[in-house]
Nanobody, 119 residues
């Protein structure tokens, strides 16, 4: 069993910053990569950023240069620093982890946290 605990999010004005955190716990042998997706009302869930165990990262084009993902392998945690936020960043942000648990790799999700950027 793998659990993800998310924190951060909230309401911020355009141009502001927020930081999301995510920590994994449970029967985890190893984590391949982890990151965040987001889903705005009426839209599909899209990848925002992810970070691999070796430190390489991927970002959605819409957040490059504004968002930074980091990871603490020892703590099985990650953080997403979001700067220069725009109204179009408003969404529910879901942390996820691709982890080896119970002899197989699986994707596990956090409960989601709301990010609202006011104009």
């Amino acid at each position: 069993q793998v659990q993800l605990a998310e924190s951060g999010g909230g309401l911020v004005q355009t141009g502001g910053s927020l930081r999301l955190s995510c920590a994994a716990s449970g029967s985890i042998f190893s984590i391949d990569h982890m990151g965040w997706y987001r889903q705005a009302p009426g839209k599909q869930r899209d990848l925002v950023a992810r970070i691999f165990s070796g430190g390489s990262t991927n970002y959605a084009d819409s957040v490059k240069g504004r968002f930074t993902i980091s990871r603490d392998n020892a703590k099985k945690s990650a953080a997403l620093q979001m700067n220069s936020l725009k109204p179009e960043d408003t969404a529910v942000y879901y942390c996820y982890v691709d982890a080896f648990s119970g002899g197989k790799i699986g994707r596990y999700w956090g409960q989601g946290t709301q990010v609202t950027v006011s104009s």
